[in-house]
Structure formats: C-alpha cells, structure tokens
C-alpha cells in the first residue's frame, strides 16, 4: 500500500503563486508516472499534469499549461507542482497519485491508484 501526502495549498489571490507538494511512501516510486488531478465542487475529478517516472516527459491539461510545472525528486519520493498566475477557475481540491503500472503514463484518472488526502487551492478574484 501506498501512502501519499498532499501540502501546500492555501487561499491565494488571482494572479498569485503556490506550490503543491505529494509526498509518497513507495520504496520504487521511481519507477512510476505521477499525476496531479483536481476536483472543483460538483465536478468530476480532472487531470492537471503528469510527469513520467523520469522526470523527462511531462504533460498538462491546456488550461494550465504555461503557468504550472510539475517536477520531481526521485531521492525523496516527493513530486511537486508550481502553480503561477493562479485564476478563480483553479480553485479546487488538488491530489496526487501514481499510475497504476510501472513505464506507462496517462491523463485518466482511472489509470491512477492510492490517491492522497487532497489540499485545498482557493484563489480568490
């Protein structure tokens, strides 16, 4: 079983910065894709960005990217997204998690496996 820990989220006004972090407990977290997905009141669960177990392939939903990067640290089973120039229609629950098998990426949120706790992005207008 996977353990992950999401950090980082707070109130942030539009325009502004934070930086999410997911900490994992897996010993062979290197081997897998990680995934930031969000979740908005009353909407399904969506895929942010990924990064592959390299850390040289990302992707990202087109609403975000130029403004997030995701990012990862393989010696501390940590991955983390920057998100700048924050707007109101970020707000949102945001999780990370590892896709479910070892070398393979995705943007389905079926594809990924022991989901953290979430933190909480509110960006105020």
């Known amino acids: 079983q996977v353990q992950l820990v999401e950090s980082g989220g707070g109130l942030v006004q539009a325009g502004g910065s934070l930086r999410l972090s997911c900490a994992a407990s897996r010993g062979t977290f290197s081997d897998y894709t990680m995934g930031w997905f969000r979740q908005a009141p009353g909407k399904e669960r969506e895929f942010v960005a990924y990064i592959n177990w390299s850390g040289f392939v990302t992707d990202y939903v087109d609403s975000v990217k130029g403004r997030f990067t995701i990012s990862r640290d393989n010696a501390k089973n940590t991955v983390y997204l920057q998100m700048n120039s924050l707007k109101p229609e970020d707000t949102a629950v945001y999780y990370c998690?590892?896709?479910?098998?070892?070398?393979?990426?995705?943007?389905?949120?079926?594809?990924?496996?022991?989901w953290g706790q979430g933190t909480q992005v509110t960006v105020s207008s």
């Open positions: 998690a590892p896709d479910r098998a070892r070398y393979m990426s995705s943007r389905n949120v079926f594809d990924y496996e022991f």
